[in-house]
């Protein structure tokens, strides 16, 4: 494809997105960003895609929004059109998305990675919401992800300074789910999403449904939605294939159906 701002690739059901504005940290930028939706929702609608890892370089997976794009805009600007028009699409993604964080997760950035379903941490990385020292916020929904994702107090204390924390800090609270060594990132990632894209993509999608409606629902909700994904799931093929191969010890034959 002809992307200037990100690299696209498959490797059997797995996709990687690789976010390339070196020069500038991978700022998210609106071509950045437009070429993202795009590519997203590209894998997202093919089947034969069952994973996404989405990362940048060692330096930076994203230092936030483009600051030089952004300086001079106004209430009317952001309020109407933005921050980025068409965002709803990358959120929208059903297929499990893996951030994989090398270096700098900033503003933006951080609140990316924090829209993904995993996130990987490389031991060089650093994530933070710098937004207050812009004299701006979070607005790409770091206020609301990140007390979500690592508690009111440290979110507070990241939000209000705008200081960074370190790998070894982001996985203590929770924000991401494991740290590796810096030349084992994209392994890792990889490994990661194999596991998941070998498995039956209806029962992803409802796992996946299923674990945002966590986030988003008050607990009984969350179960009544629980229980009819569950039952749904005893529609599928997959979950007579999946007990099948249990009972007949060999690794099942998902036909993702
Ligand atoms: C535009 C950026 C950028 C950004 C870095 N660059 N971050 N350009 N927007 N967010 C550019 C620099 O201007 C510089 O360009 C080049 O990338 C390399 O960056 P340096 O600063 O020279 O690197 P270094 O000294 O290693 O410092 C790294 C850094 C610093 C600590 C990450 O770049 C930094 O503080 N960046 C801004 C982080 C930030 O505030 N993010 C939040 C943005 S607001 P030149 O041309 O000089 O070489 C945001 C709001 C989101 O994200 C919500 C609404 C969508």
Same mark, same amino acid.
Request: overall charge negative; hydrophobic content about 45%; charged content about 25%.
């Given at each position: 494809? $002809?992307?200037? @701002?990100?690299?696209?690739?498959? +490797?059997g059901?797995?996709a990687t997105?690789?976010l390339?504005?070196?020069? /500038?940290?991978?700022?998210?930028? %609106? ?6 939706? &795009?590519? =997203? +929702?590209g894998? $997202? ?13 060692a330096?930076?997976f994203a230092? %936030? ?8 805009l106004?209430?009317? *600007?952001?309020?109407? &059109? ?10 929208r @993604?059903? @297929?499990?998305?893996?951030a994989?964080?090398?270096g700098?997760?900033? %503003? ?8 993904? *379903? ?11 919401q ?7 916020l979070?607005g790409f ?7 979500? #994702?690592?508690?009111k107090?440290?979110?507070a204390d990241? =939000? ?7 790998a070894e800090?982001?996985e ?6 494991? =740290?590796v060594?810096?030349?084992e990132?994209?392994?890792? /990632? #990889?490994?990661v999403?194999?596991?998941? /894209?070998s ?7 409802? #796992? ?8 988003e ?9 629980e229980? +009819?994904?569950?039952?749904a799931a005893?529609?599928?093929?997959d +979950?007579?294939?999946?007990?099948? #191969? ?12």
């Open positions: 494809s $002809d992307y200037t @701002t990100i690299i696209a690739e498959t +490797q059901r797995v997105i690789t390339n504005r070196p020069e /500038a940290l991978n700022a998210l930028n %609106g071509t950045l960003v437009r070429e993202l939706i &795009d590519a =997203v +929702q894998f $997202d609608d093919d089947p034969g895609i069952g994973a996404i890892v989405l990362t940048g370089s330096k930076a230092a %936030g929004a483009d600051i030089k794009e952004m300086a001079e106004g209430y009317a *600007d952001m309020y109407l &059109d933005g921050p980025f028009p068409g965002w709803g699409g990358f959120e @993604t059903r @297929t499990p998305l893996i994989a964080v090398g700098f997760a900033l %503003g933006g950035g951080c609140e990316l990675a924090m829209m993904c *379903d995993i996130i990987l941490a490389a031991d060089t990385a650093k994530f933070g710098p937004e207050i020292t812009l004299g701006i979070p929904g770091g206020s609301q992800r990140l007390p979500r #994702a690592i508690g107090a440290k979110a990241l =939000v209000l300074t705008g200081r960074m924390m370190d800090e982001a203590r609270s929770g924000l991401v789910s494991r =740290v060594p810096a030349d990132l994209l392994a890792e /990632a #990889a490994k999403a194999e596991a998941i /894209a498995k039956s993509l209806p029962a992803v999608y409802a #796992a996946k449904d299923a674990l945002q409606a966590a986030q629902m008050p607990l009984a909700e969350g179960l009544r939605f229980r +009819q994904a569950f039952a005893f529609a599928t093929a +979950q007579k294939e999946g007990m099948r #191969a249990f009972a007949e010890k060999r690794t099942p034959d998902f036909r993702h159906r």
